[in-house]
Antibody, heavy 119, light 110 residues
């Protein structure tokens, strides 16, 4: 069974750094793109970026380029989303998701990681 | 601000059919066959309903169907049921080799 298990909720202060994780299991981790999706409170889904664990090829949405960093550790089957300096506007639910049938959609999703940034 | 546009809300009575549109440009929806649709109930994880414009994943009801004409893709829900009340998001591959979501459509079952 394919599973994506994300790290727990985080409460951080503005200016702090953060790295959240997404561990894949039940499939060949290096063969499927994994992406990150943001959902701010009461708002819609936003596509942030995607990474291919096999070679770490990464694509970012222009809106998130330079704002976050996506990485993987294929030795432990885990993808990461990282911030160097959080802002209050980063408060959101973050989902990781795995590519699906054709490679252009997400058919497996993590449970989400709630990130709260507040002073 | 999303590059795709969707109606903010669509409603219908049980048993009726409704259609949600998703309009983009030739750089996304119109240029590729890679449009997908997601259903999200409040507080829940999104669920893939349609991929590659019109393909249904296994387990998704055949009441859900997708199509595309030019720069506009559509999701049709036939035989509307109370459980279909949710937010629906379209997504498209883009010319920048990224993907983009639409702003979402709230479906209300009257």
């Amino acid at each position: 069974e394919v599973q994506l298990v994300q790290s727990r909720a985080e409460v951080k202060k503005p200016g702090e750094s953060l790295k959240i994780s997404c561990k894949g299991s039940g499939y060949s981790f290096t063969n499927y793109w994994i992406g990150w999706v943001r959902q701010m409170p009461g708002k819609g889904l936003e596509w942030m970026g995607i990474i291919y664990p096999g070679d770490s090829d990464t694509r970012y949405s222009p809106a998130f380029q330079g704002q976050v960093s996506i990485s993987v550790d294929k030795s432990i089957g885990t993808a990461y989303l990282q911030w160097s300096s959080l802002e209050a506007s980063d408060t959101a639910m973050y989902y990781c998701a795995r590519q699906g049938y054709s490679g252009y959609e997400f058919n497996y999703w993590g449970q989400g990681t709630l990130v709260t940034v507040s002073s | 601000q999303s590059a795709l546009t969707q109606p903010a809300s669509v409603s219908g009575s049980p048993g009726q059919s409704i259609t949600i549109s998703c309009t983009g440009t030739s750089s996304d929806v119109g240029g590729y066959k890679y449009v997908s649709w997601y259903q999200q109930h409040p507080g829940k994880v999104p669920k893939l309903m349609i991929y590659d414009v019109s393909n249904r994943p296994s387990g998704v009801s055949n009441r859900f169907s997708g199509s595309k004409s030019g720069n506009t893709a559509s999701l049709t829900i036939s035989g509307l049921q109370a459980e279909d009340e949710a937010d629906y998001y379209c997504s498209s591959f883009t010319s920048g080799s990224t993907r983009v979501f639409g702003p979402g459509t709230k479906v209300t079952v009257l």
